[in-house]
């Protein structure tokens, strides 16, 4: 699975040893991200600064999957944070075996501002709400962060993902999902399921 956005296969790692549990639930698949424009820039021309209004859109692809039941139910949200105060982005999605969410984004940023986008998966058991958060250049469309990073979970996890994900098309609203898996929001390609190649 090769995510080409804000992304995650979160990798399994195999416990050994008589004290050995079931990892947690894990959300396979492209991490709450976005693309923005500015819509105006409040440093000098040629500057590389960031502080300036955006707007733009905010959208997650994925599963969730445990180790010992397989696809699993919960609720994924996109939560940005500024100075550690957090702003909901995109409201709960429910995620049955799959979901795929999208929402317009607008913001101001100062120039001293810390921002991190965060992918908050709220699981429909007992396990404890998970927060995997990014900073914004492993978050935008496309993220050179992600395309040269490979993350990987087993060939069982991605195939059961991917069909699940697959389910969904052909997506809804600004979420194009293709049968195998693929994802696009707007003209980017941001999640790549087998066999690993653009069908565009």
């Given at each position: 699975m090769n995510v080409r956005a804000p992304l995650l296969a979160l990798a399994l790692v195999p416990l050994t040893g008589?004290?050995?549990?079931?990892?947690?639930?894990?959300?396979?698949?492209?991490?709450?991200?976005?693309?923005?424009t500015v819509v105006q820039k409040s440093v000098p021309p040629g500057s590389f600064g960031r502080e300036g209004a955006?707007?733009?859109?905010?959208?997650?692809?994925?599963?969730?999957?445990?180790?010992?039941?397989?696809?699993?139910?919960?609720?994924?949200?996109c939560v940005m944070k500024?100075?550690?105060?957090?702003?909901?982005?995109?409201?709960?999605?429910?995620?049955?075996?799959?979901?795929?969410?999208?929402?317009?984004?607008?913001?101001h940023q100062r120039a001293d501002?810390?921002?991190?986008?965060?992918?908050?998966?709220?699981?429909?058991?007992?396990?404890?709400?998970?927060?995997?958060?990014v900073h914004p250049g492993q978050a935008e469309f496309p993220s050179l962060f992600v395309k040269e990073a490979v993350w990987t979970v087993s060939r069982p996890v991605e195939t059961a993902a991917?069909?699940?994900?697959?389910?969904?098309?052909?997506?809804?609203?600004?979420?194009?999902v293709t049968p195998e898996g693929d994802v696009y929001v707007g003209d980017e390609w941001t999640l790549d399921c087998l066999p690993y190649a653009n069908p565009r």
């Open positions: 008589p004290a050995a549990t079931a990892a947690p639930p894990q959300f396979v698949g492209q991490l709450c991200g976005y693309r923005t955006y707007t733009g859109i905010v959208s997650f692809a994925g599963a969730l999957y445990s180790d010992e039941a397989g696809l699993v139910a919960g609720d994924v949200s500024f100075d550690g105060v957090p702003r909901t982005v995109l409201e709960p999605v429910s995620v049955a075996v799959a979901g795929a969410g999208a929402a317009r984004l607008s913001f501002t810390v921002v991190v986008m965060c992918t908050v998966v709220d699981f429909a058991d007992a396990t404890p709400t998970r927060e995997i958060c991917c069909a699940a994900i697959g389910a969904l098309a052909p997506g809804s609203g600004e979420v194009e």
